[in-house]
Structures are given as C-alpha cells and as structure tokens.
C-alpha cells in the first residue's frame, strides 16, 4: 500500500507540476504587448528549466506596477492638462515626422521660444570630464537657492555624497524659507539614501518625500510583478519656471558604490519656456498617482511661461511600465532613420531591441557617416557581454563603434545632421525602453545640437576604436558567453 501511495502522491505531483509549467507557457505566449523575441526567449527559458524558468517567470517575466497604481496614474494623466505653451510648427518634414511620434506618447508637442543651456564648465578639457558634472551640479544648487514657490525633485540614484549631500541641504533651505518642496527618489536606486540620515534631515525640513515604487512586489500580487521596476527619471523643475533633465543622477562623479568604475560621465541641460510644463506633468502625474495629493491646479494656477526670442524648439516626452510597450524604442528608431548624413550615439547600456538594433546598422548602409561611443568597461557584466556580442554585426554594417576608458560613460545622446538631439535618462537597453519610468528631450534647434555634438565629440577624442580583427580574435569562451546572454537579453 505504502508504494502505491508513493505512487499516487508522485503521479499527482509530476501532473500539477506539467499542468503550472504548461500554463506558465500560455501565459507567456498570450501576454499583450510582448515582442515575438521575448516570448520565444521566456518559452525558451520556461521549457529548458522548468523550476528555474517558472519562477523567474513569476518574478520578472511580466511588467506590471499593480492595478491600482496604474489606475491611479492613468486618471493623474488625463486629469491633468495636456502642457500647451508655445505651439512650433515644423517646416521640416522629417523633424515633423520624429515629433509626431514622440507627441503620439503623452500628448506634449514640440513648443518654441525656450532657453535650454547645456551645463558644465566651458574651459573643462576633455581629459577632465568630471569637471562637467561638478559644474553641472553647483548650477543646479543656485537655482534651488533661488526658487521661491516649489521644488519638484525626482531621481533615481542619489547618494549621501557631496555633491548629494549639498542638494539635500538646499531643497531643506528652501523648505525652511517656505518653499515647498516635493522629493521623489526611486526605491530601488536610492535605497540607502532613503534608509539613511539625509531623507530625515529632508522630512525633518519639512520636505514632502517619497520612495517611488516601494511597495513593489506587494502582498496577492508578488508572483505576478516584476520585482526590479524602477522610476529611473531624472528631472528637477522649479517654480513652473525652470527644469533641469538629463542622464545626471544626484552624485559625485566618483560614485563610491561602484568606484571602481568612476567616474560616472554624465549630462544635464537647464530648460526655461513652455518645455518647462511639459516637464511639470511628467513629475506631478507620477507624483500624484503614488500620494494622491490634489496638485491637479498647480499648472494652470502659474503665469504662462516666458517666450524667449529667438529660443530653441523642444519638446519632452516620458515612457514607464504603463505606456504601451516599444514606444521609447519608436522614438529612437524614428529619430535614426530621420538622419540623412551623420548620426553620433552615445550610451551606457547597449542592448537594443530588434527594431532599434536594426535601424543602427541600416544607417550606415544607407550613407549615413553612424557613430556609437559605449563605456569600455561598464558596471554590469552581462550588458557588457551582451553589447559585445553586437560588436562584429555593428562594424560589418559599417558603424564606426569607440569605446570610452576615462570613465563609465553615462550620457544618453544622439545628434543627428547637426541638427536634431535626443538627451534624457533612457539607456539602448531592455531595462529602459520596456520597463523603467524614462524621460527624455528632442531638441530641434543647430545651435544647442551643435554644442551637444561638440560634447560628443570630446568623448569621442578620447575613445578608442574598436577594430573588426581584435573582435574576431576574442577567444571562443568570450564569443560564446556574449552570444548566449545576447539571446537571453529579451528576458534582462
């Protein structure tokens, strides 16, 4: 009796067990908004471990921020009113093409008449790349000593450094002088931050704070969310009159957690006119979808921003978990295949989906002089190898590929024909353009572009070539890891 129980009991087991592994295939199958690589790289991934394939589905394979966070910032989304400002028209047919679909996003069209400056320090050698960021910083410290009505902060990494520690003390300064002051730091980025002194000297100031996604997973909902989602924004806006946006987080270029790595090479540009509003709804719908606090009034109750002569078109647009899924890739995509002569890349984290992959290497094809400058060592070991992996695909398409050594090159840019620029916190890969909260300007102006691109060039004056021969002499080890986590990127 007892071996047939055994029996029984293991038939019963091995059923349960196929019927949870079958399942989590279909579920994986007919999950929307999911490109055909992911599913086959979760099929993959389900069907050759099924324990381990199973629970990493439960934990990562679907992006969800819960039904009613996502509720929440739906109805803050169409609640609040869709930034106007000053409407540009776009004489250009292919910079219009590139707008419309970023303005298909959130709704935010391309606005004229803004100021928008490029901080750091003009006399910085490019040897020197630190020198940026630092300037960047202390420029964004005089504008919080500044403000007068409100502060709205978001980031994802701050640190409990320097250059940390000198922001905190400036938004409690203006808390204490009456401004309020509204601070949000990713949960995930910042944990230490937030689990340390600085976040009570903020909440002790009188400083409204808040760890963006905290509760994720939650309990009833664990097994189906992703457990790694991120608010990675980076946008400070002041008085309804000043943004700041970029790839800068609010450290030390040193970067103590990973100094081995530093320092981390960033960018960070100051934005005056109607680009500001744009940047306003971005911060007050997430905000309000994680406190549910009214700031619903706050736009509209500010004076229209000032229109500057002969200012720069732009326009601002933010993805996350509950935008529809590939649209930060459609806005890189589109703005690759606007270019007609000359395309500069910069990015930390190279793992592109499919489509993006493609319109890289189709640029060069198609005579466009393409250039890509990645870190030569980055702090993630598998982007790394995945990036690498695309290396001999890049260059037999033409793309000229540098690799950065002074640093962890952290700027997110593209310019294209001098003319148009990308600048934001979405990194080439998985991670930002299927499930973080990303922020990002599309400037249509030569002036500003020119002094981008000139920012490029300095990283690309100290870059290296990679060369065709030294990626085919990689041993076979090296190849075959890269290649193995290349396929598995769908699921990173």
């Not at 640029?363 to 030569?376: C, E, M, N, S």
Request: proline share 5%; glycine share 8%.
């Amino acid at each position: 009796m007892s071996g047939a129980s055994d029996d029984l009991i293991g038939a019963v087991v091995a059923v349960g067990g196929f019927a949870i592994h079958l399942a989590t295939v279909l579920r994986a199958i007919t999950r929307p908004n999911r490109t055909p690589a992911a599913r086959v790289a979760w099929i993959a991934a389900i069907m050759c471990l099924p324990v381990i394939g199973v629970v990493a589905y439960l934990f990562l394979g679907e992006t969800s921020i819960g039904r009613g966070r996502t509720q929440r910032l739906c109805d803050a989304e169409s609640r609040l009113a869709t930034p106007s400002g000053a409407g540009a028209k776009l004489g250009d047919p292919v910079a219009a093409s590139v707008s419309d679909l970023c303005r298909s996003i959130n709704g935010f069209g391309p606005t004229a008449g803004n100021r928008i400056v490029l901080l750091g320090d003009p006399d910085a050698p490019a040897t020197e790349p630190t020198r940026d960021c630092d300037a960047a910083i202390k420029e964004l410290i005089e504008a919080l000593d500044a403000a007068t009505e409100h502060i709205h902060v978001s980031f994802y990494i701050w640190l409990d450094d320097e250059n940390g520690g000198r922001v905190a003390d400036a938004i409690c300064a203006a808390a204490r002088r009456g401004v309020t002051c509204r601070v949000m730091a990713d949960a995930l980025g910042s944990r230490a931050f937030i689990h340390g002194p600085r976040w009570r000297q903020l909440r002790e100031a009188g400083v409204h704070v808040l760890a963006a996604l905290e509760d994720i997973p939650r309990l009833g909902g664990f097994a189906l969310k992703r457990v790694d989602l991120r608010n990675h924004r980076k946008l400070v806006v002041i008085d309804n009159r000043i943004a700041f946006c970029g790839s800068q987080n609010c450290a030390d270029p040193q970067f103590l957690p990973k100094a081995k790595y530093a320092p981390w090479i960033d960018i960070l540009l100051r934005c005056e006119g109607p680009v500001v509003r744009q940047a306003q709804h971005l911060f007050l719908a997430t905000w309000i979808a994680e406190t549910d606090e009214d700031l619903y009034g706050l736009p509209a109750a500010a004076p229209e921003p000032e229109q500057h002569r002969k200012g720069v078109v732009a326009q601002m647009f933010g993805t996350g978990p509950t935008t529809y899924g590939g649209l930060m890739s459609d806005s890189f995509v589109s703005a690759l295949y606007a270019a007609g002569h000359e395309l500069i890349i910069s990015t930390p984290y190279f793992v592109p989906d499919e489509a993006l992959f493609r319109a890289v290497c189709a640029a060069p094809r198609r005579g466009v002089a393409t250039t890509l400058i990645v870190p030569a060592r980055n702090d993630s070991a598998l982007v790394a190898a995945a990036s690498r992996s695309a290396y001999s695909d890049l260059l037999t398409a033409g793309v000229r590929l540098f690799e950065y050594p002074l640093g962890l090159l952290h700027t997110k840019t593209i310019t294209i024909d001098g003319r148009i620029a990308f600048v934001g916190s979405a990194n080439m890969d998985r991670r930002s353009l299927e499930l973080n909260f990303e922020n990002n300007l599309l400037v249509f102006d030569p002036g500003l572009t020119a002094t981008i691109r000139q920012r490029q060039l300095g990283y690309l004056s100290q870059s290296t070539a990679v060369e065709a021969e030294t990626v085919k002499a990689q041993p076979f080890r090296t190849r075959l890891f890269g290649d193995v986590v290349g396929m598995a990127s769908p699921l990173l």
